[in-house]
């Protein structure tokens, strides 16, 4: 057979459990058999002795001899039966033989006065069961009386015979109706198998609706159908996720597009150099601003949980990418005549991460502080250690109460804002943060003035 070829699950389950039962039931077979020869000799065993006994009553004592008195009819009804053949022996202490009809073998072992002794033997080459049965000693005077009695095999075995003849056809019946009730519980069985795998032939990929009643079905299937609405869901978040990208990035490009067009065609209709220039400039502006909008969708993108798969960890320097960060952002920062530090370790600060993800991260509430700022005061970045917590706190305006609550929406920007943001700043935080199993808090800043946004690492 090919090892590649499918193995089916309901030959199998027919074979694992029809090779069990056949064998118990030829052990159970064997049992009876063994049962029923057991009594049977049991049976005879006692006949034997039955046999004995009788003899005993009839040993007689005379002046200290003992005598056996039978008359031929009672010998001849002793002896008889249709098949077997029947011996006895009845001998002294002194080897006297009061009666016998063969010659017996001598008891393997000493005998105890009253108790018979079973033992298989052969008489005139024919094998034999005997019972040996030593009677008590009345007085010390009489001998001791040894009677055997000896019987050839042939209704054991005849018996044996026909306790197979019975049975074995009635083992034959139990195997077939088990063979049947086998069948039929594992079709019966993996037919909620089958009904699933119809199920998700006909399942509808648009909807990526879960199965249905998963929770009634069977503790084996149970956990396969679980698995698969597992998949689905996470099938169903990736689409999610994919939708949501495509809208928002349609929704903040079309505008800046457009306007990008209308500068463009602006720039080349002018004549005046001066205008001209300015024309450009904007043209500059609209890219600038298209080019940070299409930067953060991708950074979204990149971060949202659907793309956990190809999300890798690995142990960097916090404290050096924070450094980075500050120096990366000097120039915005005195642009706006802003004091912008860094307060922490030299040594480095080791966290699991994604090192673009982490930069972003930092970049955007760096972005954030300095772009909200009013000017003019300071913005510091800050690290400390035992838990690792990375803070940027500025002095500006900070954020109104009623707006605290929208900040972690995407493309919510507070009423009256004139920045040139689109809103994704602190959404993107977010989900950096999350990736990273880590949180992010935005608080008011010392003495209640400005903001400080907080990243504590788990």
């Given at each position: 057979?090919?090892?590649?070829?499918?193995?089916?699950?309901?030959?199998?389950?027919?074979?694992?459990?029809?090779?069990?039962?056949?064998?118990?039931?030829?052990?159970?077979?064997?049992?009876?058999?063994?049962?029923?020869?057991?009594?049977?000799?049991?049976?005879?065993?006692?006949?034997?002795?039955?046999?004995?006994?009788?003899?005993?009553?009839?040993?007689?004592?005379?002046?200290?001899?003992?005598?056996?008195?039978?008359?031929?009819?009672?010998?001849?009804?002793?002896?008889?039966?249709?098949?077997?053949?029947?011996?006895?022996?009845?001998?002294?202490?002194?080897?006297?033989?009061?009666?016998?009809?063969?010659?017996?073998?001598?008891?393997?072992?000493?005998?105890?006065?009253?108790?018979?002794?079973?033992?298989?033997?052969?008489?005139?080459?024919?094998?034999?069961?005997?019972?040996?049965?030593?009677?008590?000693?009345?007085?010390?005077?009489?001998?001791?009386?040894?009677?055997?009695?000896?019987?050839?095999?042939?209704?054991?075995?005849?018996?044996?015979?026909?306790?197979?003849?019975?049975?074995?056809?009635?083992?034959?019946?139990?195997?077939?109706?088990?063979?049947?009730?086998?069948?039929?519980?594992?079709?019966?069985?993996?037919?909620?198998?089958?009904?699933?795998?119809?199920?998700?032939?006909?399942?509808?990929?648009?909807?990526?609706?879960?199965?249905?009643?998963?929770?009634?079905?069977?503790?084996?299937?149970?956990?396969?159908?679980?698995?698969?609405?597992?998949?689905?869901?996470?099938?169903?978040?990736?689409?999610?996720?994919?939708?949501?990208?495509?809208?928002?990035?349609?929704?903040?490009?079309?505008?800046?597009?457009?306007?990008?067009?209308?500068?463009?065609?602006?720039?080349?209709?002018?004549?005046?150099?001066?205008?001209?220039?300015?024309?450009?400039?904007?043209?500059?502006?609209?890219?600038?601003?298209?080019?940070?909008?299409?930067?953060?969708?991708?950074?979204?993108?990149?971060?949202?949980?659907?793309?956990?798969?190809?999300?890798?960890?690995?142990?960097?320097?916090?404290?050096?990418?924070?450094?980075?960060?500050?120096?990366?952002?000097?120039?915005?920062?005195?642009?706006?005549?802003?004091?912008l530090g860094y307060d922490g370790p030299d040594a480095p600060v080791v966290v699991e991460g994604d090192p673009f993800l982490l930069r972003e991260l930092v970049s955007n509430l760096l972005d954030n502080a300095i772009r909200y700022h009013g000017g003019g005061g300071t913005v510091t970045l800050s690290l400390h250690t035992q838990p690792t917590r990375l803070m940027i706190e500025d002095d500006g305006p900070g954020i109104a109460e009623k707006d605290?609550?929208?900040?972690?929406?995407?493309?919510?920007?507070?009423?009256?804002?004139?920045?040139?943001?689109?809103?994704?700043?602190?959404?993107i935080a977010q989900e950096i943060t999350a990736r990273h199993r880590a949180s992010l808090e935005i608080t008011p800043g010392s003495g209640g003035k400005g903001t400080r946004a907080t990243i504590t690492f788990s």
């Amino acid at each position: 057979m090919d090892k590649n070829q499918p193995k089916s699950l309901r030959r199998q389950l027919l074979i694992q459990l029809s090779v069990p039962l056949l064998l118990v039931l030829a052990l159970g077979a064997v049992v009876s058999f063994t049962v029923a020869r057991h009594i049977g000799y049991m049976v005879h065993d006692q006949w034997l002795l039955d046999s004995a006994m009788t003899l005993a009553q009839q040993v007689k004592y005379k002046d200290g001899s003992a005598t056996l008195d039978l008359p031929k009819s009672a010998v001849e009804m002793f002896r008889w039966d249709s098949l077997d053949l029947i011996y006895e022996e009845v001998v002294t202490e002194s080897q006297t033989i009061l009666s016998s009809n063969a010659h017996f073998p001598r008891p393997p072992k000493a005998l105890a006065a009253g108790k018979p002794y079973y033992y298989d033997g052969t008489i005139e080459g024919h094998p034999v069961r005997i019972v040996a049965l030593a009677l008590e000693r009345q007085s010390s005077a009489h001998e001791v009386v040894t009677i055997q009695v000896a019987e050839t095999i042939y209704k054991r075995k005849a018996m044996a015979n026909q306790v197979i003849r019975l049975s074995a056809p009635l083992q034959v019946v139990i195997q077939i109706l088990a063979g049947i009730l086998i069948w039929s519980a594992v079709t019966r069985n993996l037919r909620q198998v089958d009904d699933i795998a119809a199920r998700l032939v006909g399942y509808q990929l648009e909807k990526l609706l879960p199965i249905r009643d998963a929770e009634s079905a069977p503790l084996e299937i149970k956990p396969l159908v679980t698995a698969i609405n597992g998949l689905i869901q996470k099938l169903s978040e990736s689409q999610e996720t994919q939708r949501r990208f495509i809208a928002n990035a349609a929704h903040q490009m079309r505008t800046p597009l457009a306007n990008l067009q209308v500068q463009s065609q602006r720039a080349l209709r002018e004549q005046d150099p001066v205008k001209h220039s300015e024309a450009l400039h904007d043209v500059f502006n609209a890219v600038t601003r298209q080019h940070r909008v299409v930067q953060q969708l991708l950074t979204m993108a990149r971060s949202e949980p659907g793309a956990q798969d190809i999300l890798k960890l690995h142990p960097l320097d916090l404290a050096e990418l924070a450094r980075e960060e500050v120096e990366r952002w000097t120039d915005q920062a005195l642009a706006k005549s802003i004091d912008l530090g860094y307060d922490g370790p030299d040594a480095p600060v080791v966290v699991e991460g994604d090192p673009f993800l982490l930069r972003e991260l930092v970049s955007n509430l760096l972005d954030n502080a300095i772009r909200y700022h009013g000017g003019g005061g300071t913005v510091t970045l800050s690290l400390h250690t035992q838990p690792t917590r990375l803070m940027i706190e500025d002095d500006g305006p900070g954020i109104a109460e009623k707006d605290r609550e929208h900040l972690f929406e995407r493309f919510y920007r507070p009423p009256g804002s004139h920045s040139a943001g689109c809103g994704l700043g602190l959404a993107i935080a977010q989900e950096i943060t999350a990736r990273h199993r880590a949180s992010l808090e935005i608080t008011p800043g010392s003495g209640g003035k400005g903001t400080r946004a907080t990243i504590t690492f788990s």
